[in-house]
């Protein structure tokens, strides 16, 4: 796959997904629902719309198209995984948190509105998230839709990426003195607090095409790699990159003196780890032949990306 070809299916799936995610964030009320708060409405917007690469639903929509799952289901279900994505985006830029001020180029949302829209916004971002994956829309089958519920709730939740946040958070010295961290407790951090939502958007699409369990690994495997990889590339931004070009502010890491595989390789060996995680995302890759070519444009997407 060429890096056009690449490009014009990642660019299609940002249009798609934000399209369908206005939808999902309208101002009708649903069953069950009294009332939608119009300044809570477009924080929630806010937080969700208006940029941003989809990465997340290109990942659960090309994972399910190589097992055969249909694209409209996927389409949903990545929105519903990008929603949670946005909530956590919302909820690390408080000053309680990361203290953020621009998100892909705007305005944070508690900097657009206040901190207490902003937790709601992320509040219900969150739960909205869950609300939509629930749908029969997504998959005819309710056990699908059930193993999908779970399944995020795991990747995003204790044990997942609010649990690799807390570690952040103690890592920085917040609730004790600050230590330095080994590598192997970076690596775990990061799985958690990035890569546990990568690894589900992944294994989305193969819990949508009903695959069996040897095809979950194997995805699973190409999910864990590509996780790191992000979080790598994005330690690599954040030390080389600028805010103009983020859409955020960079530098924030090196003056906070985070932990990260950055600090402890240097540019380089961070650079030769990712070339490393590359060639394992490709190897967990090989069962599905030509069938997996996006998936392996993705990987290298990641790990080149500036932005």
Do not use: W
């Not at 198209?65 to 909820?91: D, K, T, W």
């Not at 864990?224 to 890491?253: N, P, R, V, W, Y």
């Amino acid at each position: 796959m060429t890096s056009t070809d690449f490009a014009k299916r990642l660019t299609a799936v940002a249009s798609d997904s934000e399209m369908l995610l206005a939808q999902l964030l309208d101002g009708a009320v649903l069953p069950g629902e009294t009332a939608r708060p119009r300044r809570l409405l477009e924080a929630m917007r806010a937080g969700a719309l208006g940029g941003g690469k989809r990465l997340r639903p290109f990942l659960v929509i090309e994972s399910a198209a190589m097992f055969g799952a249909p694209r409209g289901g996927a389409l949903l279900a990545g929105c519903a995984l990008e929603l949670l994505h946005c909530y956590s985006l919302v909820h690390d830029d408080l000053p309680a948190m990361d203290n953020d001020d621009l998100r892909r180029g705007k305005p944070t949302v508690h900097k657009a509105f206040d901190e207490a829209t902003a937790i709601l916004a992320g509040d219900a971002l969150l739960t909205l998230a869950f609300d939509i994956m629930a749908r029969e829309a997504v998959h005819a089958d309710a056990q699908v839709r059930i193993t999908l519920v779970q399944t995020l709730a795991r990747a995003s939740g204790l044990g997942g990426m609010a649990g690799g946040q807390m570690l952040d958070l103690a890592a920085e010295g917040r609730f004790a003195a600050k230590r330095a961290l080994t590598e192997q407790e970076i690596v775990t951090l990061q799985a958690m607090k990035t890569g546990a939502l990568i690894r589900f958007a992944c294994d989305a699409g193969a819990i949508l095409g009903q695959a069996d369990a040897p095809a979950r690994a194997s995805i699973a495997r190409y999910g864990a790699a590509i996780g790191q990889a992000f979080q790598i590339a994005d330690d690599l931004l954040d030390l080389e990159g600028d805010s103009a070009t983020l859409g955020k502010a960079a530098g924030k890491d090196a003056a906070a003196g985070k932990a990260t595989l950055v600090s402890i390789h240097g540019a380089a060996g961070a650079r030769a780890k990712l070339d490393q995680l590359i060639a394992e995302a490709d190897a967990a890759l090989a069962p599905f032949g030509n069938k997996a070519d996006t998936l392996r444009a993705t990987a290298r997407f990641i790990a080149e990306r500036r932005s």
